[in-house]
């Protein structure tokens, strides 16, 4: 069935051709037909087979775009505060436990953050499942985008390398006896891995032509370059998107040198990582030469600015990274580390954060660059940038309806910096994603939100109840190691090569043209 979607105003997400304050859209199958000024140029809007929606109180607007969360996290949300990342590691996955999670367990934490998710507005999300090297994990993750209707990049996360593994100082630090601990912990080979991979996307690539498997080596220091250079030839050879940490924290900007003795990026670039399929989620602390690298290889970042204000991770240098010609694109990131998988919040951030660090207004990134980032360079990182991101004929018909008359856009001054500062997600009432209605009036069409609601809370309260203090208790044993290298890494003097502002206080050393770098 047809779908008209009657004289909305329209914002295409296309810097070219922003809006028309009065259209109507034709949606066949799963992609817009036509976008026309007048319903009259829409002769399919009179058939008995047409549904017509009245956008007439509406802004018609591309789906936003998700470009980093883990839905693995959802059970924790509120969980954990004041603890920067690699303290926040050793509590939500530590050492000596997996959680046991079936495939049904994951269905429920993924389709939290289903719900989440298309209440905000999303249509697409790229996921970074940490799965423990199960596939029923991944499968309950695809299972649950499969039935919601949402799009879904979903990464098989692959790591060679025990997180503690590539921590500095960690022999000094640690008595024996926990090193012993760690020691038995078995590292997976990178051929198991990528078999991993293998079967997941064989098992989830094209479902529903919106599921996609992409590949997701967790961060370089957890990854053998032998994993890095084999996710690289599966990328080229199917032109699969990348993602990957990297450089979210001063510790690990501390730690690159000392493993790699050069710049992360550098050695990258010199195993041949880097390419246009690569998005480095987070990327902070990043020198001015490494930032020109990866302009040079076009190269994506995921600007996750909840998550980074959270962890106390820095400030993402994204007006850098846009004049280096970067695509930069926006996530939520974990549920228990933004506490949120709602879009506008992240939104709202990242249009804001960046008047910090700099008196230079000039400078500060703006709400329509922000929204942007929320679509359709979320939509260029996940290779979909001819398919999902904006509104045009030919694409494919992920749009959403908001609310015209919501406080937050009354007078209607200016759309998108309204959406960015002054509007929350409940101004969204109409989903379609795939050209399928899966939200409208802000009721839920393909699950029953109600009847998951009562499920999801029962198994997240068994899991925090069972399952969390045991975790919490192995953390606690490890915490003051782990604390005493945090402490070590951040009053280090950074490596000369990076230039980083955290919270106004700015790190920089000299700098050398890329030249000398590579």
């Not at 024996?176 to 912990?185: H, P």
């Not at 360079?377 to 015209?404: C, F, N």
């Not at 008359?405 to 759309?415: E, T």
């Amino acid at each position: 069935m047809a779908i008209v979607i009657k004289d909305g105003y329209v914002l295409t997400g296309d810097r070219e051709q922003p809006c028309f304050q009065r259209a109507s859209l034709l949606i066949k199958g799963d992609s817009i037909a036509a976008i026309v000024p007048d319903i009259a140029d829409i002769p399919e809007a009179n058939a008995l087979d047409v549904e017509v929606i009245d956008a007439s109180r509406s802004l018609v607007l591309p789906g936003f775009v998700n470009a980093h969360m883990h839905s693995n996290e959802s059970f924790e949300q509120g969980a954990y505060d004041r603890l920067p990342l690699e303290l926040w590691l050793l509590h939500k996955y530590p050492p000596l436990i997996t959680p046991p999670l079936t495939k049904d367990d994951q269905y429920l934490r993924t389709m939290l953050c289903a719900i989440r998710s298309i209440k905000s507005g999303v249509t697409s999300i790229q996921d970074d499942v940490i799965n423990y090297g199960s596939l029923d994990v991944i499968a309950g993750a695809c299972a649950a985008y499969r039935d919601a209707g949402l799009r879904a990049w979903v990464t098989a996360d692959m790591g060679d390398r025990q997180f503690l593994e590539p921590l500095p100082w960690l022999d000094e630090l640690m008595p024996t006896d926990l090193k012993q601990e760690l020691a038995a912990i078995p590292n997976p080979h990178w051929q198991e891995q990528i078999a991993l991979f293998e079967q997941a996307y064989a098992d989830w690539h094209g479902v529903d032509d919106r599921i996609r498997m992409i590949l997701g080596p967790v961060g370089p220091q957890w990854c053998s370059t032998e994993l890095l250079q084999a996710v690289t030839e599966i990328s080229q050879a199917r032109d699969l998107p990348v993602h990957m940490h990297c450089l979210e924290t001063k510790t690990q900007a501390v730690t690159a040198e000392w493993l790699y003795g050069k710049p992360v990026i550098k050695y990258l670039h010199e195993i041949g990582f880097l390419t246009p399929r690569v998005t480095l989620n987070h990327a902070i602390w990043l020198s001015d030469r490494e930032i020109e690298l990866l302009g040079k290889h076009h190269c994506s970042i995921t600007h996750n600015p909840l998550s980074n204000l959270k962890l106390g991770s820095g400030i993402c240098q994204v007006r850098k990274l846009l004049k280096a010609g970067v695509n930069v694109e926006l996530g939520t990131d974990g549920v228990c580390t933004s506490d949120t998988a709602d879009i506008f919040t992240a939104l709202s951030a990242a249009a804001l954060l960046h008047r910090i660090g700099t008196f230079n207004y000039d400078e500060w990134i703006t709400a329509e660059e922000a929204y942007f980032m929320a679509t359709i360079a979320g939509a260029y990182s996940g290779l979909m940038q001819s398919e999902v991101g904006s509104l045009a004929v030919g694409k494919k018909a992920d749009v959403i309806l908001v609310d015209r008359y919501h406080w937050g856009l009354i007078p209607l001054n200016h759309p998108l910096k309204q959406l960015a500062f002054s509007t929350t997600s409940d101004a969204v009432q109409t989903s379609i994603i795939n050209g399928r209605i899966v939200m409208r009036d802000r009721v839920l069409t393909l699950v029953d939100e109600a009847a998951l609601n009562q499920e999801i809370s029962e198994v997240a309260e068994y899991y925090l109840r069972e399952l969390f203090p045991k975790m919490t208790a192995i953390a606690q044993r490890y915490e003051p190691y782990f604390r005493a290298i945090y402490e070590r890494a951040t009053e280090s003097e950074i490596p000369t090569h990076i230039t980083s502002v955290h919270f106004g206080e700015t790190e920089k050393m000299k700098s050398k043209s890329i030249q000398d770098e590579v």
